[in-house]
């Protein structure tokens, strides 16, 4: 293997992690040849795993060392005489992947699935034998993450496979952490494969294993997954990275300096806590150093200063401390106490200059806190458990900190925050288990699935329309209204045909902030559909291969670019011999020929006025027509003019302007409201479209000037007709 493309165990041992050992497997290799051991005595390959476990757990008893026990002797005897690839016994991968789940504090079920979690796959183990053995709880974490038969399912076997843990994942978030401990320890001893396999392995690993590290909260594995595959994907990028680090490593440290006078800032102030220096990991500092443009980074950017205490109202006096001793960076703070990450992240993020200006960024948690940024649903041990603990308790600091103390136990910091959404089943899982039921081509998965992991951020919308029972949606960054409607109403998001963020009507492709209000409008017809430019807006998954099967199922007429026929209009009645002349008032002008004007269309009892234009005629303007005011203004002076009695032969004509919302069919649904009132329509235009907003004009002819009211109400029932009004002509501006 060439040393430009993978990483040897040499590198491999300069790669920082944090919190988590690297195990020798020669050591445990010759422990598990060694046998195994007796009854009274635990062979020697798990005694670090038992002390481990039990200095995570102080209170896991006899019971939970026996099952572990018993869980190596059937793993190491149905693994027996397998080999790796490295050479090494084939028990030292699950026994190394057990021992970075203990260190994590993991609990005893999933400390015993890691321990079996390749039998089934591997080996003659059936899950019949794992449940009568140790449990369904057990069986079920080795059953989801036991990969699918190559043979069974070809190329699809991968996807398939991820497919299957999510879904297992649903219901236990252990499933997902026994592999992102499994995929890092196999991502370790990379350096005996092709470096061909290595790139795959770790490209699968950069698109949806990391990313779903980041999602559960367990940064613990994540950072070290990251410069692992960086240094496979980028070997030159990662060697400078590693360059500047160990050239940074040489000069005088500035963390250290700043670390040293907060001590004694927080000692003064009577504040208990530890102030440590967290270098950032290889990524961490090549991301620092794009954001950067490529700038030379200071000592100081190497790392942060991290301040554990005790309480959460202590975090809070460190920070006044920081802000009080030390220069703030204003736009650096971020409280993620009081608004926890969707992956169970709490802490205070801000930056601040010492006297000689040297800025240091700082991290304020509490020590439980820290675990779960660590470990993130491992420290949860069972999430499901541990939330109903908490309910049931009443969520006090106290009985959540008893509930911590139990082994399994939850943190009272993870407890809230992850008590914020389904213990069993946070909101960006739920939403992936709903896409992926409509994703039944393994291809379509794969591609869906790794373009929702790239959405790191999570947004939240309220909406009386649907969510949770508090009204609220969370949804990825980025997404839109179009994302919403897909949310909120499923296959019924296909009905959208607006919406109102934060009181406001909006076009459906407005991407949602964190904390919008929103009103999605349906409509009630079968013929709603979505729109092929809706596929522009879609940014998740769901509403992607919503629309996509929508329009598969309805393909467009061949003729599609081709303007659509307008519906059949109802004509105006016609009316025999020569039509008589409009004028339906009388002016005071004897012998004078009467119109209404056109431009604003008077029908009674609007209250009019007249003026005479040429050849003599009077024509009739509703009183708050523009016109009627400029005319004023010229000079012209006002006719009085009133309403004739009785209905004239050629009916009473008016202008409506109706402003919708643009779907399908809203023409015709329009012109049929207009139909049914019994009313004809003499024209008819509408303006093309903007922002999903359009215009219609209709000239219609009254029977009756009382039917007005009644076509106006009735064009407002339909759906999407936000307004509707008489015409009022815009006022020319003059040129001076």
Excluded at 483 to 504: K, L, Q, S, T
Aim: proline share 7%.
């Amino acid at each position: 293997m060439s040393a430009d493309n993978a990483v040897d165990a040499g590198q491999a041992a300069e790669i920082p992690r944090r919190g988590l050992r690297r195990i020798d497997l020669r050591r445990l290799g010759r422990a598990a040849l060694l046998g195994p051991g007796t009854r009274d005595r635990l062979p020697g390959a798990i005694e670090h795993l038992i002390k481990v476990h039990r200095a995570r757990h102080p209170h896991a008893g006899a019971e939970a060392i026996e099952t572990l026990r018993r869980a190596y002797l059937l793993a190491e005897s149905s693994h027996r005489g397998q080999m790796r690839k490295s050479g090494e016994p084939y028990i030292t991968h699950p026994l190394a992947v057990t021992l970075i789940l203990a260190e994590l504090g993991a609990e005893t079920t999933t400390l015993t699935a890691s321990l079996l979690h390749d039998t089934v796959e591997d080996t003659e183990v059936t899950l019949d034998q794992v449940r009568a053995e140790f449990g369904a709880e057990v069986t079920h974490l080795v059953d989801g993450v036991t990969k699918l038969e190559k043979v069974d399912h070809g190329a699809a076997a991968e996807p398939e496979t991820f497919r299957k843990m999510l879904v297992a994942t649903g219901s236990d978030v252990r499933v997902m952490a026994i592999k992102l401990a499994d995929r890092l320890h196999n991502v370790r001893t990379l350096g005996v494969m092709r470096p061909d396999k290595q790139a795959r392995i770790a490209r699968v690993t950069r698109d949806v294993l990391i990313p779903l590290a980041e999602r559960l909260g367990v940064q613990a594995l994540k950072t070290e997954l990251e410069d692992r595959v960086f240094a496979i994907l980028h070997p030159a990028e990662y060697a400078r990275t590693r360059a500047m680090m160990a050239a940074n490593a040489e000069r005088p440290d500035v963390l250290a300096v700043i670390a040293e006078d907060l001590r004694k800032v927080l000692s003064d102030a009577g504040i208990a806590a530890e102030v440590a220096i967290r270098p950032r990991h290889a990524v961490s500092v090549h991301r620092l150093l794009l954001k950067r443009g490529g700038a030379e980074l200071e000592s100081g950017d190497f790392g942060r200063l991290l301040v554990l205490v005790g309480e959460h109202a202590d975090c809070y006096a460190v920070l006044g401390e920081l802000h009080t001793c030390f220069t703030p960076v204003v736009a650096e703070f971020k409280d993620f106490i009081a608004a926890p990450k969707f992956n169970l992240y709490q802490s205070l993020h801000t930056a601040v200059a010492d006297a000689q200006g040297r800025i240091a960024e700082v991290l304020v948690r509490t020590r439980q806190m820290h675990r779960v940024a660590e470990a993130g649903v491992i420290a949860l041990g069972d999430p499901r458990g541990a939330a109903e603990r908490l309910r049931g308790s009443g969520g006090t600091d106290a009985a959540a900190g008893a509930a911590a103390a139990r082994p399994g136990g939850m943190p009272a910091s993870a407890a809230e925050a992850w008590g914020k959404v389904d213990p069993s089943r946070p909101g960006w899982l739920a939403r992936l288990l709903e896409w992926q039921r409509d994703a039944p081509d393994p291809d379509i998965f794969w591609t869906a699935l790794r373009d929702d992991l790239a959405q790191d951020r999570e947004i939240t919308v309220f909406t009386a329309d649907g969510g949770d029972a508090s009204g609220t949606v969370r949804l990825p960054a980025g997404a839109s209204c179009v994302d919403a409607a897909y949310a909120v109403h499923g296959e019924d998001g296909h009905r959208c045909i607006g919406v109102r963020v934060n009181g406001r009507l909006a076009p459906l492709g407005t991407r949602l902030q964190d904390g919008d209000s929103l009103q999605l409008l349906l409509d009630d017809a079968a013929t709603s559909r979505p729109g092929a430019d809706w596929l522009d807006h879609a940014a998740t998954p769901a509403a992607r291969i919503a629309i996509t099967r929508w329009l598969a199922l309805h393909p467009a007429p061949a003729d599609d670019e081709q303007p659509a026929a307008l519906p059949a209009l109802r004509p105006a009645r016609e009316v025999s011999g020569p039509r008589p002349e409009l004028p339906v008032a009388v002016a005071d002008l004897p012998g004078a020929t009467v119109r209404l004007a056109r431009c604003c269309t008077p029908v009674p009892p609007d209250a009019v006025t007249g003026f005479v234009v040429r050849g003599g005629t009077v024509t009739v303007h509703r009183a708050e027509c523009p016109t009627t005011a400029r005319m004023a203004a010229a000079g012209r002076r006002p006719v009085p003019v009133g309403w004739r009695d009785g209905t004239p032969a050629g009916g009473y004509r008016a202008t409506v302007l109706a402003e919708a919302l643009s779907r399908p069919r809203l023409l015709a649904d329009l012109t049929e409201a207009i139909a049914t009132e019994g009313v004809g329509i003499v024209s008819a235009a509408v303006e093309p479209p903007q922002e999903l907003r359009v215009r219609h004009t209709y000239t219609v002819e009254l029977p009756d000037p009382r039917a007005l009211t009644g076509l106006m109400r009735a064009m407002r029932a339909v759906p999407g007709v936000y307004d509707v009004y008489r015409a009022r002509p815009a006022v020319t501006a003059r040129r001076g």
